[in-house]
């Protein structure tokens, strides 16, 4: 899409609602997007929202790796992990949430600390030495490129216990 494309979609827009003359509908989307082909999926900003159709279809397509930005990612009704997660975390790379969305929740941690030094280097740095650590420590119990988000799991509760 051009700027202007995308400036008049927004203008355009009624409510909240955008509108196109060559909008798809929602079924139509829903039914095309997971075969689309991508070779990283990061779901974000909802959960509980991911079918095994969905994720079937995605490998399908060529998906290697899910990044899970959302807390809890798959249709489960379990609390962290359900077959869902499991099913895809023995068929592609699945980086679990509680890595791939830990960012924001550890800059406020560094930046509630005594002494910290109020950088964006210094910021980020923190934050990626933090998921830096937590894929090394998994990496060293897992080098598959299957079951991180189980070998995740696993490091992390031995930490708790």
Not at 33 to 49: N, Q, V
Not at 82 to 96: A, E, F, M, Q, V
Request: proline share 2%.
């Amino acid at each position: 899409f051009s700027f202007e494309e995308i400036t008049d979609l927004f203008i355009g827009k009624d409510g909240n609602a955008l509108g196109a003359d060559h909008m798809m509908s929602f079924d139509d989307v829903n039914k095309q997007i997971w075969s689309m082909g991508a070779e990283i999926f990061l779901p974000c900003a909802a959960s509980r929202l991911i079918t095994q159709d969905q994720v079937d279809q995605m490998v399908s397509a060529g998906l290697e790796v899910i990044s899970s930005g959302a807390n809890v990612p798959f249709a489960d009704s379990e609390i962290f992990f359900g077959p869902i997660g499991d099913y895809t975390d023995d068929k592609i790379s699945l980086l679990p949430d509680f890595i791939a969305n830990c960012g924001m929740a550890r800059v406020f941690a560094y930046c509630m600390s005594d002494d910290y030094e109020q950088t964006d280097e210094a910021i980020f740095g923190d934050a990626s030495e933090i998921i830096h650590n937590a894929l090394k420590a998994v990496h060293d119990t897992n080098s598959s490129e299957t079951k991180i988000a189980k070998s995740a799991f696993e490091v992390a509760l031995k930490q708790l216990v």
